[in-house]
């Protein structure tokens, strides 16, 4: 009798538990799939409008931080037409006020370097377009040129001495995104969209060891001529994102490509575009900055990517027509950053910061004034939490 009422007793406790769990809500795989993160936003500083060593402060398209120094290298899109094609090194100092709070008091411009070419010339006028940057564990900065068809500038990345500015090795880009040369046989347009392309770049690094492999990831702001579909506004631009491996000893090696989709815009958006991506320090994960203009002015918007169970798209000729069995990368919008308050200006660059006094790690945002006097070189600081 005894036994029978345990048995009894063990499964009413039985079907009350499993009754329970099924009450729990459900993630979903994708819910699973993110990291918690979150963006607060700690302030804004505008740099003044001046010169350093007779070179124009301005344009500056990218940001990269080097933890080893507390220094930044910001690289400036001049086509070499007002100063030699360059970067700078950055001092930003953080203040924290009696209430606990962070914000930029100050940066200052401490250095520029000018980049050279493998004959250790600087670049000539029109050409060369920079517009990504990011420093390497040995030393080193990896630097990519959008590339402009009207100039017949191809886009290229490169790798530089931090030092000097030498170029040290070209990464190999696959032919699709070359343009073709106006004098080709070539019927079908390929390559890189008129200053749109390789915008976005940076460095996933799990070792700070000179001679560890790490990897690079780049995208082209918008999509290659052959992939741009009919322009409707259900389809989303279709770009193509690079995953190479650096390796200490022989030629960069590009593991993958993948497709990510940027986001549609409102029918008053002049320009659309993938503006930056930043590794985080969980390896599989990336930022993405995508950065709008219209009428009413510049948006941007800060997306958390998955680098992960995307299809390996470097066999797709192109991406017109269906692509139902093509698996994108996955994202998440981070920050809309169009609801700071603020007047925001030609947003470009991204990098994770220095760490606070809490540990928390800190995100800068920069802006490109396009060297107009009625544009500002913005600077953005973010407290970033969960990565």
Do not use: W
């Not at 080893?68 to 100092?93: E, G, K, M, V």
């Amino acid at each position: 009798m005894k036994k029978l009422l345990f048995k009894s007793f063990f499964s009413i406790i039985l079907i009350f538990v499993l009754s329970a769990c099924g009450m729990l809500p459900r993630v979903s795989a994708q819910q699973r799939m993110f990291l918690d993160l979150s963006l607060e936003f700690l302030g804004e500083y505008q740099l003044p409008k001046q010169t350093f060593q007779d070179t124009p402060i301005g344009g500056l398209s990218a940001i990269t931080y080097d933890r080893q120094t507390n220094r930044f290298y910001a690289i400036s899109d001049d086509r070499s037409q007002l100063a030699p094609a360059r970067f700078y090194t950055l001092n930003l100092h953080l203040n924290r006020s009696e209430t606990g709070k962070v914000n930029i008091d100050k940066i200052e411009i401490e250095g520029v370097t000018f980049l050279k070419n493998e004959r250790g010339e600087t670049y000539p006028p029109g050409t060369i377009d920079l517009e990504g940057i990011a420093l390497s564990p040995r030393g080193t900065l990896f630097i990519s040129s959008e590339g402009a068809i009207g100039q017949n500038i191809q886009p290229f990345i490169g790798e530089f001495d931090l030092k000097t500015g030498k170029l040290q090795q070209n990464l190999r880009i696959p032919q699709r995104f070359l343009f073709a040369d106006s004098k080709a046989s070539e019927t079908e347009p390929r390559g890189i969209q008129d200053n749109l392309g390789f915008e976005a770049l940076t460095l996933g690094q799990n070792s700070v060891m000179k001679d560890d492999p790490f990897r690079l990831f780049t995208a082209t702001e918008s999509a290659l001529l052959q992939d741009s579909p009919p322009k409707t506004p259900e389809e989303n631009a279709r770009i193509r994102l690079l995953h190479y491996v650096i390796n200490p000893i022989g030629e960069p090696v590009l593991v993958s490509e993948n497709l990510y989709l940027l986001d549609g815009a409102s029918n008053d958006t002049l320009a659309n575009g993938l503006c930056e991506l930043t590794a985080l320090e969980r390896e599989g994960y990336l930022l993405a900055l995508e950065r709008t203009l219209g009428l009413s002015g510049f948006g941007a918007k800060i997306y958390q990517v998955v680098n992960s169970n995307g299809t390996d798209t470097s066999r797709l000729l192109s991406f017109q027509g269906n692509l139902a069995k093509v698996v994108p990368l996955q994202k998440k919008l981070l920050l809309d950053l169009g609801e700071l308050g603020i007047d925001l200006d030609n947003l470009e660059g991204m990098t994770l910061g220095p760490k606070l006094p809490d540990g928390s790690q800190t995100l800068v945002v920069v802006s490109d004034d396009n060297f107009k006097n009625e544009q500002v070189t913005q600077f953005l600081l973010f407290r970033l939490t969960g990565a």
